[in-house]
Structures are given as structure tokens and as C-alpha cells.
């Protein structure tokens, strides 16, 4: 595995395998990997030539009072993971080499940037879609490999792709979660061992309203509400939104359609934890 941390020469190797007609696939993070992260990997290196991973804390996607200075971090342990996951090429640029003067140009996109997380986290998704644009803009990929988990984060990423006419295709794999169906995310390792026991409720919110969705019950209304009771089963957390929208434009859901996405984001202690579930 080959491990960059100049612009130019991540640049440069990108240019040289399109040339040679050989298929980039992309999986950007901010490190700390766990499962989740490498099965993204695994399944770019099934379907492309070239697999590139690439870690950087971005700080422009995080707040004032967030956790960019206490983000989880482990260098040795995130290249041993890539490594194994079958990467090419680590990418790991430095923040002064991505940003080198204080950044003014963002890249904004409007409707689904300034809601649920975006409500929660104003300016997070402005980062997130400018970080991106430029990874894109320099590992040149033919497909870039995103994790469901994030589904917000999704939406918004393709929409950019669309408004913007890149040339990558967005690809979006189903979220890994730990045995008790909590979803695997770096934040986790956050989580006080009580706290940790009580994060379950996340998906067993989730899980319950999928169960009363199948038995015909199907009013967003009513599933929102069979949430909200799971997740108050347990006591310390704070929900920060519980929404059933639509899975494209996101917008929120009065009467049932054939596909709705369930998002719920809750606080647990200094902790703040994100899910999904996609109903069809």
C-alpha cells in the first residue's frame, strides 16, 4: 500500500491510472476506522482497479463547541486496516495543503443542507460538501464508496454530484452495526460502558417502528410516536430530532408513501449519536 500525503502526487497518480483506463474507486473518512469503514473498502476493491482511501479530520465541517480537537485518532492502526481491506493508495493530506489561506469559497447545497443535522449543526454540511468537492476534485475517482449510517450526508453529496455534473458515481452500502444493532461509528468509542448499553435503544427505536410498519400501520404519525416511546424507555438521552421524510428530497413525511426514511439523532451524555432506517 503506497501512502500519499502530497496533493501533487495524489494528483498525479490519479491522472496516470485514468490514462492507463484503470477504475479509481474512492473511500473517503476522517479516520479511526472500524468494520464499516473497511467493508467500503472491500467492496471498491471487488469493482475497481485502483482502491483509494483517504483520512483527514476535516476542520471546516465541525462547530465551535464540537469535538474536532478530542475526534478519535489512530495512525498505525487506520493504515493497518486499509492495508488489509485490499487500499492501493492511503491518501492523508495535511490541513495547510487543503487549506492553504482561510477558506472563503464553500461549496452550499441548498434544500437538504439546513435541516435535521444541518438544523442541529449549521455550516456541518457546507464543510462536509466542500471537503468532498475538493477530494474529488484531486483523487479523480470513477465511483466513491459512502456509508448509509450517514444518510443525510449521502443525500447531500449527490445532490452536489448531480447540480455540480462531476464525473463520479455515488455509491451508498447498507450501515454495519455491532451485535445489539447499535451502527458502528468512530464516536462510539466516546461512550462510558452504561452509556454504551443504552445507545441499543437507538436501533431498537428504529426496529420497533419498522415491526408496526409491517403489520400495515404506516402513518409517519404514528410510527414517530412508536419511536419516541422506545427511545424514553431509557433514561439520559436526549433526542435532538426523530423524523420520517422522504428518502430523496428528505423533506418531512404528513401521510405514508411506498418508501420513507426514518432519522433519529440523540444525545448520550457529551456524546451525539446518528441512525437510519430506509421502510419500502
Known sequence: MKVITEISEMRALADGSRKQGRTIGFVPTMGFLHAGHASLMRRARQVCDVVVASIFVNPI???????FDRYPRDEAGDRATCEAAGVDVLFMPKAPAMYPDTPSVFVIVEGISDILEGAV????FRGVATVVAKLFNIV?????FFGQKDYQQCA???RMVKGLNMDVEVVALPTLREPDGLAMSSRNSYLSPDERRKAAVIYRALSAAEQLAKTGTMQPEVLKNR??????????????????VDPEGLAPLASAQDSMALLIAVR????????NLLLQ
Do not use: C, S, W
Open 61 to 67: 465541517q465541525f462547530g465551535p463547541n464540537e469535538d
Open 121 to 124: 449543526r449549521p455550516g456541518h
Open 140 to 144: 479523480k475517482p470513477h465511483q466513491a
Open 156 to 158: 447531500v453529496i449527490r
Open 227 to 244: 419511536m419516541q416511546a422506545v427511545v424514553r424507555e431509557a433514561k439520559d438521552l436526549e433526542i435532538d430530532y426523530l423524523e420520517i
Open 268 to 275: 448520550i451524555g457529551r456524546t451525539r449519536l446518528i441512525d
